[in-house]
């Protein structure tokens, strides 16, 4: 949607009466968001200091060093030997124990549930803080060929409490011609009574031994600090649809009087989706839904999954209550035939307080000084996941288009300029559908970031930029950087 459609479409809605400059000052504000966030110079800041930190235990694992500049793709070390393989784990300090977690035990997801909902990632500021339920977080760890032993906790000997975690689950991964099998490693966790005690080295160590046992070497994970050394940076963007609480919150700026009226009117949406034959996925949908993936993102991606079998769709597609949403676009002239998919799942984030610390700058979310009006516990946040749809168009340039390119990579130029601009069209009617129906299922703000072919909507669907950024990392693997818009793996 232009910014004329954005006036109109505020214009109507509203029963504030319609004032264009009004409206065009409130844009400004928001674009000028990204302006105003000394964001540029903080990430510049962080890159500089990375280059001169030093690295007591990074320094010793496969990554490229923070200086290195990576001009060829391809595994850094060649895979070990069982005989290489530390068969026994790792030694833990006095007092705590390693204790696989079982995610189908309703104790042990209890448990880990209740660490990360205590421990796990907060903002700068800490204002947030993200609330995995439990059935995501079995969502997260049980795709087809998981391992129980890659669930791996830390408990204390004498309580057994779980004090600390990290993940591993398989994923054959793209990067640029080559798949490769890896780990994909998340929801490293230790408890707040246990940090800057070198314990989180010693939990990489162990998932990395169990990995290497089962004769994978290589791994995927995103941070949102930076570490030696991301094959690639994205930057978060967030679009209000429940601007009133979000402001509530502290997690957006605080608006008054006519800015507000009009911010409301701005971000309405439509009670239906628009795409006819829009609907929730369903098991017969799975072949086609692999298809329109796989082809999606070989077609758009450097850095990608690879779904190799039906199963893996099923799960991580076919919607799950409070989980995972997928809908599907059934051509209503070739009813069967899906030509779209688009999903995006519900991770939380606890509300810890509603004001950001002083002088600090929050990393994760746009943040503001609002005062507290209501008392909410939690923002409930939607999250972009996966989308397919066509990418190959039968696109004929005019002659009189052919004479103005004056040669044949001018017109492959042109050509590709036609296609993107139909992609484009396509995604925004798509991502504009599941932001009708993220706001009716009552969330607060639906979240994506800039990879992928995002930057083609995010700006008409009224997104916009966080001032948090997520790194992605290969271990033992060194990657050319992976521009953002090549970036086609979404982490949990
Ligand atoms: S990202 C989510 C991370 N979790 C959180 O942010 C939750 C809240 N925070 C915590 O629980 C703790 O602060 C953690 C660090 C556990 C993060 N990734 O024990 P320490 C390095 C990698 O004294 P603590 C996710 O889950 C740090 O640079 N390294 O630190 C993906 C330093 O090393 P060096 C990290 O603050 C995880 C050392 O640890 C991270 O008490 C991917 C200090 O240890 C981090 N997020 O605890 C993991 N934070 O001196 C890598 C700190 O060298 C997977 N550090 O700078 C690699 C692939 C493994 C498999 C390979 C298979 C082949």
Redesign the pocket.
């Known amino acids: 949607m232009s910014e004329k459609n954005a006036e109109n479409q505020a214009g109507n809605a509203s029963q504030v009466p319609f004032d264009a400059s009004k409206l065009r000052e409130l844009i400004k504000l928001m674009e000028a968001q990204a302006v105003q966030d000394p964001i540029m110079s903080r990430l510049e800041r962080e890159e500089a200091e990375e280059k001169k930190?030093?690295?007591?235990?990074?320094?010793t694992?496969p990554v490229p060093k923070s200086v290195e500049m990576v001009e060829k793709d391809g595994p850094l070390h060649p895979p070990l030997s069982p005989e290489q393989i530390r068969q026994e784990p790792y030694e833990l300090s006095a007092g705590l124990k390693w204790s696989d977690v079982d995610v189908e035990d309703s104790g042990d997801i209890k448990e880990l549930h209740d660490l990360l909902l205590e421990?796990?990632?907060?903002d700068a500021d800490s204002m947030f803080r993200f609330n995995y339920s439990a059935e995501f977080i079995r969502w997260a760890l049980m795709p087809p060929g998981f391992s129980k032993q890659w669930h791996v906790g830390v408990r204390d000997e004498e309580t057994g409490e779980l004090m600390?975690f990290?993940s591993?689950i398989p994923v054959d991964t793209m990067v640029r011609d080559k798949v490769v099998r890896?780990?994909e490693?998340?929801?490293?966790?230790?408890h707040k009574s246990?940090?800057?005690?070198?314990?989180?080295?010693l939990?990489?160590k162990e998932?990395?031994r169990r990995?290497?046992k089962v004769g994978?070497?290589?791994?995927i994970?995103?941070?949102?600090?930076l570490?030696p050394k991301p094959v690639s940076t994205c930057r978060y963007f967030h679009r209000t649809l429940n601007p009133r609480k979000l402001m509530d919150t502290g997690f957006s700026q605080k608006l008054e009087g006519p800015q507000l009226a009009k911010l409301l009117s701005v971000m309405r949406l439509p009670a239906n989706a628009s795409i006819p034959g829009l609907r929730p996925m369903r098991k017969g949908d799975v072949g086609q839904v692999r298809k329109l993936l796989n082809r999606y993102l070989k077609n758009r991606a450097e850095l990608l999954p690879v779904f190799s079998t039906d199963a893996e769709i099923a799960h991580w597609f076919l919607p799950r209550e409070g989980v995972i949403w997928t809908y599907v676009v059934d051509d209503p002239e070739h009813p069967g035939k899906l030509t779209d998919f688009v999903s995006f799942y519900s991770l939380p984030s606890s509300v810890l307080r509603t004001t950001r610390a002083q002088g600090k700058s929050a990393s994760k979310k746009p943040v503001g000084n609002a005062p507290v009006r209501k008392q909410h516990t939690t923002v409930n946040a939607a999250y972009l996941f996966y989308y397919g749809t066509r990418t190959e168009f039968e696109i004929k340039l005019s002659d009189e288009e052919k004479a103005v390119c004056g040669g044949k990579k001018k017109e492959k130029a042109l050509v590709k300029e036609k296609e993107n601009e139909l992609v484009k069209q396509r995604l925004c009617a798509l991502v504009g559908d599941a932001l009708v129906m993220a706001n009716n299922e009552k969330f607060d703000v639906f979240n994506c970031l800039e990879m992928m072919d995002n930057a083609m909507f995010t700006k008409e669907l009224k997104f916009g930029p966080g001032d948090g950024h997520l790194r992605y990392?290969l271990?033992?693997y060194l990657a050319r950087p992976v521009e953002a818009s090549k970036i086609g793996f979404v982490m949990l």
């Open positions: 930190a030093v690295h007591e235990f990074w320094s694992q421990n796990y990632v907060e600390a990290i591993g890896m780990a490693i998340n929801f490293l966790c230790l246990l940090r800057s005690q070198r314990l989180a080295p939990l990489i998932v990395t990995v290497h994978i070497f290589q791994a994970y995103t941070v949102g600090r570490l990392y271990f033992n």
